[in-house]
């Protein structure tokens, strides 16, 4: 039912509940089981909602079958990489690879400013250090996706990031992608039945490009440090006023402008801080959340005085359409 179309039924009922969350993972583990049998799966496990929980899934159903790789490619989000060794390897004692390529894709990208041109180089750089890991694993058969519904609807041009379509020809994996019928709602449910932390599963959602599509233009490791500690501030002043739980993904993006400001009495060139906060149930539209101004200012004095290199913050109040939720 789950594994062998790429079209959602019109009966398949929205997961709405944890009975229905249960439901749902109960029949994808049997057809994972009944997919792979005694074979080995291999996943690329970015720490996002729906690698993590595609992961889950699959160690429930085939245990040390699977073995996942991590790759930091420099450009994840502040702790994201600690986050999935502690839940994974420690937590859920998974097979798990972790590499860190920092250097070797903030080389590739320096000086490239064009989105789709940055989008393929952490693409298929992505592959390449993929590759060479699983060269180093034997008897693989099986190449497990976070895939999700949304992602198949647009994968007509709309995400070039995502693993639709971005996928090698001569690829001798077969494909297990156990959500793709799911919108990330649904997944986030599965993803608590199957006992994950909330702080996982309820996180932001993340591009496979990471920070790489938030650092606007030409990444520069100055801006992207910028970039990932402003990010850091935003999240936790929405956990603490409770907007994280209200707010479908929010996030900070920031341009390859420069902003003059003030400090020490002096003026000074820094970088703007771009807010993004949206609601959807789907990713296929968005409406923008009212931010309260007293949260909006705590944020801002926040980063201008802790981060160094921004020196303003502005609001992004476009919603999608006419804007893509992401700005590259």
């Known amino acids: 039912m789950y594994l062998d179309t790429n079209v959602r039924p019109e009966n398949m009922e929205r997961i709405t509940t944890k009975a229905l969350a249960d439901a749902f ?12 049998k005694d074979k080995k799966v291999l996943l690329a496990l970015s720490g996002g909602v729906d690698s993590s929980v595609v992961a889950a899934l699959l160690i429930k159903a085939v245990g040390k079958q699977l073995t996942c790789v991590h790759v930091n490619h420099g450009l994840m989000r502040k702790g994201e990489s600690e986050q999935v060794i502690e839940v994974f390897k420690e937590g859920l004692d998974a097979n798990l ?11 590739l990208l320096a000086g ?11 693409g298929g750089e992505f592959i390449k250090v993929f590759d060479e890991e699983s060269a180093k694993l034997e008897g693989i058969s099986f190449l ?7 992602d198949i609807l647009e994968s007509d041009g709309v995400k070039a990031h995502h693993n639709v379509g971005g996928l090698p020809e001569d690829m001798e994996m077969e494909l297990c992608e156990p959500v793709k019928l799911l919108f990330k709602d ?25 920070l790489g599509v938030r650092c606007l233009g030409a990444i520069t490791r100055d801006r ?12 936790e002043e929405f956990d603490n006023c409770g907007l994280a739980k209200t707010v479908w993904q929010y996030f900070i993006a920031v341009p390859d402008t420069k902003s003059v400001g003030v400090k020490d009495g002096k003026r000074y ?4 801080a771009i807010i993004r906060a949206v609601n959807t149930t789907d990713a296929m539209t968005a409406t923008i959340e009212e931010i309260p101004y007293d949260v909006l200012h705590k944020i801002t004095d926040r ?4 981060v160094e290199g921004i020196n303003r913050v502005l609001l992004d109040l476009t919603p999608k359409p006419i804007g893509t939720i992401e700005w590259e």
């Open 25 to 36: 993972i109960e029949q994808a583990v049997k057809e994972i089981r009944e997919q792979v």
């Open 97 to 107: 690879v972790y590499v860190d390529a920092t250097d070797r894709f903030l080389d």
């Open 112 to 122: 490239v400013s064009e989105p789709e041109k940055k989008r393929k180089i952490i």
């Open 144 to 150: 497990a996706q976070g895939t999700i519904y949304p």
């Open 186 to 210: 649904e997944v986030r449910l599965v993803g608590s039945a199957l006992g994950l932390p909330d702080n996982m599963v309820y996180r932001q959602p993340f591009p496979g490009p990471g």
């Open 224 to 235: 992207l440090h910028a970039l990932r500690e402003a990010d850091a501030i935003l999240r």
């Open 269 to 272: 060139e820094g970088w703007p």
């Open 303 to 306: 980063i201008t005085h802790e």
